[in-house]
């Protein structure tokens, strides 16, 4: 048994590089928590999220407010018990699944560093698959995002991320003068963010088909969700359902629908990984392919989200570029990038991650005892 003694949380804000641009929002900081908790047997476990106000209707306010419900819910209970402890969360506060799973991966961490495996191994899967991210074009003028996709293929990135959903017209734009600007071969992904009506979506990729794209991410509102089916089966682009499908419960239905032939998971959405490997699970029992993917996380929970891509046979892809776009990076260990953004996972027990203790030392911070 591993006994919670003491969980600390911290907050973490951090500036981009420059503004990321979604169709929902401009951003100009990751504004994540951090939490550490610490046990009975000398382990310690780390976890970090990024709450998103347009998507799971959390801030790092709320987040950081919450946590004292969670944190206090979890003391003297045992660490290594990850699906009590999961309902204990889930039973004192319905929804918040982004600090939610900044605990839910610091407990894998202390249950994985306790079995002696990295995390991967403990979730039952190998490191023998290749991990490659893409990286996103923010949205914004076309002849600039076609600019910026230009060197993205020249820092040596073989798959380019494109936001869109601001206005139909202009997005074909875009994709027409991104294509002029790195050719066709660099496979295309598109993330409409809930952007576009169904008419919209359905009109635009028919015309984006001859683009060499792989797929769209959430071309119409979470909420017509109903019609995601009826969109897959006129598109002749794969449609992948990100905000509509958060939990297990929201990925059976999708699958019930035959709404669509990708689902997008992240940890900040489902509450972490307990909940994120019952999504895979119905996935590859009906044929779904999963990217795994985040919000504006450092290299913390992305390794999370790491070691969570070699552990499902249905993740073909990620999406990992975010920690890429912080001025500063927090993390010791954890996932490192190649050129052309292949990923590697640590090797050792647990997460194989942690943040960097001076940068911690900076936080605001809170204890409980």
């Not at 959390?58 to 003391?75: D, F, G, I, Q, R």
């Not at 009506?197 to 509102?221: G, H």
């Not at 689902?263 to 009906?286: D, M, P, T």
Request: with cysteine; proline share 5%; glycine share 8%.
């Amino acid at each position: 048994m591993q006994q919670i003694e003491k969980i600390e949380v911290f907050q973490s804000r951090i500036p981009l590089k420059k503004p990321f641009v979604i169709s929902l929002e401009k951003l100009t900081h990751a504004e994540n928590i951090i939490v550490a908790i610490y046990t009975s047997g000398g382990i310690t476990g780390y976890g970090e999220c990024s709450p998103f106000k347009t998507i799971n209707g959390e801030s790092m306010e709320t987040a950081w407010l919450v946590s004292n419900y969670l944190a206090k819910v979890l003391l003297h209970k045992n660490a290594l018990d990850i699906e009590h402890r999961i309902s204990d969360m889930d039973k004192v506060i319905y929804a918040n699944s982004s600090i939610k799973s900044a605990f839910d991966i610091a407990l894998h961490d202390i249950a994985s560093q306790h079995a002696g495996m990295p995390l991967y191994a403990f979730l039952g899967g190998k490191n023998n698959k290749i991990l490659q991210t893409d990286y996103t074009v923010s949205l914004g003028e076309p002849d600039e995002m076609a600019a910026e996709a230009g060197k993205i293929k020249d820092a040596g990135f073989e798959i380019i991320k494109v936001k869109l959903g601001e206005n139909g017209r202009r997005d074909v734009e875009r994709i027409r003068l991104i294509r002029e600007k790195i050719g066709v071969n660099i496979p295309l992904r598109l993330d409409a963010n809930q952007g576009w009506d169904f008419e919209t979506a359905a009109k635009v990729l028919r015309k984006l088909s001859k683009y060499n794209i792989q797929f769209c991410e959430e071309p119409i509102p979470r909420w017509d969700f109903m019609r995601l089916g009826e969109l897959r089966n006129s598109s002749p682009i794969p449609v992948m359902a990100d905000e509509s499908v958060c939990d297990h419960h929201d990925a059976e239905r999708l699958i019930q629908l035959h709404a669509v032939t990708h689902f997008n998971v992240k940890l900040g959405k489902s509450s972490g990984i307990f909940k994120a490997r019952k999504i895979a699970v119905l996935a590859e029992k009906a044929g779904i392919l999963l990217q795994v993917g985040g919000f504006l996380e450092s290299r913390l929970a992305f390794t999370a989200s790491a070691h969570l891509a070699l552990s499902g046979k249905q993740i073909h892809y990620v999406d990992f570029d975010t920690p890429l776009m912080l001025e500063t990076d927090p993390v010791e260990g954890g996932i490192s990038y190649s050129p052309n953004g292949t990923i590697t996972v640590p090797d050792n027990p647990g997460l194989g991650a942690k943040p960097n203790y001076n940068y911690l030392a900076g936080l605001p911070v809170k204890t409980f005892v």
